[in-house]
């Protein structure tokens, strides 16, 4: 009988992938992370020793083994630590990439090695699939072939961009079945079940976070915050003082505390001079941005045209917020030199694109690969 560990938070997603592994026959084990309980207090709940608690209750329902892990020293040196340096450095991190990358499928991979298990399963709602046999069955899955990621099935689920990280060593042995699902269909499984969190509202987007309070998580474990400092207009102005550049993202409008006759937005955040600058929602809007630290999944598949002022050149769709539609862009190559940063040209200017978020490429549902933004322009 094949095994696969499938990586259990207590919610409704990763407990009905549970259960629909076990109903394709393999022999599921669950497994959960301890990542975060620093203070003692009540947590959300993917993270913390109630959750275990909740999780074993789920495995038991499913009749499936269950085992927990302590990742918590790691969780903080690899996702906390640096969501709090980079929130200080005027930069918009993403806690969830940096746990899938660092974290969840790191250790989900180690423990199938420890364990002699062959494949690894997650609640995320993406597809994994063959490059070559796109209809092949998880599996039938041959080890020496390459893998795709894909979008899932639900655009309004789609959790592809999170885990543009992943390499070939993880993605040839990971099945993610609620790619094939959507979410009302999750729910009705969950309910059909009578499973504890079939009715559980979402899980918030910072799951170590209660109430996306950031600020007071950032204070209350790391207390440098910085300095008070200008608010600043286009023109130049002083018209505000902010509390710490900590405390303010790219395109944040609440919480500046500026009256205004026109509603205004964080624009750029200046760390060494320790300024925030705020103008109207167009200053915000923004076309071209340059990636760093790029993850390729699969070679690039889309035709590359040479340029003759910027080198070679590839069209694709790129997100830069996991909740965007991906917007069509042209991807420059730098050719001759050490590649320390792609520069993408939107057809039209997006959203504010924040220094510190992902940049994903796709092809249509495939993702070509991704990286951090360094800057936009």
Known sequence: MLRVIVGMSG????????????????????????????????????????????????ASHLGISHSIIDVRSDFREKVIEPFVKAYISGLTPNPCVLCNRFIKFPSLLNEAEKRGVGFIATGHYARVEPAESRGQKAESKNHSEHFLLQKGIDPKKDQSYVLHMLKQDVLKRLILPLGYYRKEEVKGIARALGLPSAERSESQEICFIEDRNYLNFIDKLF???????????????????????????????????????????????????????????????????????????????????????????????????????????????????????LRVVFDEPQWAPAPGQSAVFYNGDTVIGGGLIKKSV
């Open 11 to 58: 919610g409704v997603d990763s407990s009905v992938t549970a259960y629909l592994l076990k109903e394709k026959g393999y022999e599921v084990e669950g497994l959960s992370f301890l990542m975060w309980d620093e203070t003692g207090e009540a947590v959300p709940a993917c993270c913390s020793y109630k959750a275990m608690d909740e999780v074993s209750g789920t």
């Open 223 to 341: 207390p440098v915050m910085g300095t008070s400092g200008p608010i600043v207009n286009l023109n130049g102005k002083v018209i505000g003082t902010h509390k710490g550049v900590c405390g303010y993202t790219i395109g944040q409008r609440k919480g500046m505390g500026i009256a205004s006759p026109e509603p205004l937005y964080v624009v750029n955040i200046d760390t060494q001079s320790n300024t925030i600058y705020a103008g109207p929602r167009e200053a915000a809007q923004k076309q071209e941005i340059f990636v760093e630290d790029i993850n390729w999944i699969i070679p690039i598949i889309t035709p590359l045209v040479r340029d003759d002022n910027d080198g070679l050149n590839f069209r694709a769709s790129v997100k830069v917020r996991s909740t965007m539609q991906d917007q069509p862009a042209t991807i420059y190559i730098a050719e001759g030199k050490e590649q320390r940063a």
